[in-house]
């Protein structure tokens, strides 16, 4: 198995450009998890989906933020319009059944100027 | 709710000597403890995990963690350190009921002296 895909890997961006991350989880997981790290904050959950179903976007910090999953192999993260507080390496991690690890992809890295 | 604190932002080890990374977790239901490493420019990699059974869990890499429920405690060691251990590390927390979610903690930065 390839492991999460996310693309692209690097993302450099101007202030108020739409951005959108990619996620293909790993074939059979149901679970799909959207993390945003930072050196001020660490890594904090933004959303989670279950059967392509969000959960609980509680962790989404503002409207600018949306999150998709169109099916079951593959998510969108976007932000629209980007800021440069939006500047992060952000993790997409898959899983299945509850008590399950999660695999973490290799991750976005955000610049935003 | 809960939560994870990690003791010690930065702990620095020689070469060949006790690792031991500090977590201790809170939970109002019994809880699925994990530690995760990460290597610089790279996601998140599982080294162990306790979800119920025996309560001394053996990882990769020679690290292994103790679930101590009186202490509400899961702490990481290695006998003995090698370079290749330089990293950071992770412990997470979820529950045996409720979402699948992982509540992680702020992280410990390993370093290796040699």
């Known amino acids: 198995d390839a492991g999460v895909i996310q693309s692209p890997r690097h993302e450099v961006t101007e202030m108020g450009q739409e951005v959108t991350l990619r996620c293909k989880p790993i074939?059979?997981?149901?679970?799909l998890f959207w993390y945003r790290q930072t050196m001020m904050r660490g890594l904090e959950l933004l959303i989670y989906f279950n059967n392509n179903v969000p959960i609980d976007d509680s962790g989404m910090p503002e409207d600018r933020f949306s999150a998709k999953m169109p099916n079951a192999s593959f998510s969108t993260l976007k932000i629209q319009p980007s800021e440069p507080r939006d500047s992060a390496v952000y993790f997409c991690?898959?899983?299945?059944?509850?008590?399950?690890?999660?695999?973490f992809g290799p991750g976005t890295r955000l610049t935003v100027l | 709710a809960q939560s994870v604190t990690q003791l010690g932002s930065h702990v620095s080890v020689s070469e060949g000597a006790l690792v031991l990374l500090r977590c201790n977790y809170s939970?109002?239901?019994?809880?699925?403890l994990f530690w995760y490493v990460q290597y610089p420019n790279q996601g998140l990699q599982l080294l162990l995990k306790y979800t119920t059974g025996a309560t001394l869990v053996k990882g990769i890499n020679g690290f292994e963690a103790e679930f101590k429920k009186s202490e509400t405690s899961f702490h990481l060691t290695k006998p003995s350190a090698h370079m290749s251990d330089a990293a950071e590390y992770f412990c997470?927390?979820?529950?045996?009921?409720?979402?699948?979610?992982?509540?992680f903690g702020t992280g410990t930065r390993l370093t290796v002296i040699p």
């Open positions: 939970s109002s239901v019994p809880p699925y």
């Open positions: 997470a927390v979820s529950t045996v009921t409720g979402a699948n979610n992982l509540f």
């Open positions: 991690a898959s899983s299945t059944l509850r008590g399950n690890e999660q695999f």
């Open positions: 074939s059979g997981h149901d679970y």
